[in-house]
């Protein structure tokens, strides 16, 4: 199986500190430096789901993808403040420097992972053919419909919150950088905590239920964003609460779903559906920060975080309308 590159992004990023370097850095070349890496990691992400289900057999898979959020919540919680602190002492440069040469590292680890290829795709298929088959099996399969109805509800939702959290911690509660720093770290402990039992939960618990309790768990803390008042600790620890359980639950949600989905799509299918469910799932990120902001403009800040809060709940109704929630074996999403 053909493996995506991360040389070309390294190479786009690392554009930046040598220009920087010459005195000829502009800001249209980081929006095409931006623009390219972002359609190069589609192509990633496309690809990796294929591979991911090729290299890892059935029964291994919610394991794995626990492995998977594990480094990920890691990349969250170590990331962030690594890049902090190299812009604060070396400059943004370097950091990005650096940044560009973890991309050469990822590369050099996935040299040594080999698959035979699972089958070959027909040729003279069109990509937008390939998209239009894969939004169709989307919307048919009562388990990819849930599973990507819930996701991208809640993303719109929560999406709205994130384009005000800060806006809202600073300004209307009076908390300082530092403290909102410390709000948004312990949002990614809690979900370094979360990919690291999500795989137990699911399988004492079952899939589908496990799944159910961390999309509650990721949207209902939300709501008790606006009741934050007291003193500068009273505000700043609720945050801290509602980060880190709903940190929890987003990991909790998406190890199991991304399990279950897995084991659902046959394997010649996955790359279209992958890319269809990202229409759906990231296309509805950007709408739901503009309408946070514009809200938030009209109505005030509390009140479109609660409002954002109640409609993220409410996308456990997908999940509820759909087999997932009476999914509790990893067979059982075989039938479905």
Known sequence: ???????????????????AAFGVLSLEQLYVVVFL?????????????????????????????GHLGTSRAVSYVGGPSFAGVLVQTLTAPVAILVDALSFVVSAFFLRGARVEEPFQESAGVSPLTRLREGV?????????????????????????IQAVYVLYASRTLGLSAGVIGVTLGLGAVGALLG?????????????????????LLFSVPLALLPAATGSTLAKAALLCFIEFVSGFGVMLFDTNSNSLTALAVPQRLRARLSGASRVFNYGTRPFG????GALAGAIGIRSTILIAAIGAALSVVWLIASPIARTHEMREALDL
């Open 136 to 160: 169709s099996i989307l919307v048919r399969h009562p388990l990819l419909r849930g599973s990507t109805g819930c996701a991208a509800t809640v993303n719109f939702f929560t999406f709205m």
């Open 1 to 19: 199986m053909r493996r995506t590159s991360r040389a070309p992004r390294s190479s786009l990023l690392a554009s930046i500190p040598l220009a």
């Open 289 to 292: 920060a503009l309408i946070g």
């Open 195 to 215: 990919a690291v039992v999500a795989p137990k939960i699911g399988r004492r618990v079952g899939l589908g239920p496990a799944i159910v309790a961390g999309c």
């Open 37 to 65: 890496v972002g359609a190069g990691g589609v192509f990633f992400d496309l690809s990796y789901s294929s591979f991911f289900t090729a290299t890892i057999p059935r029964e291994h898979i919610l394991a794995a993808n």
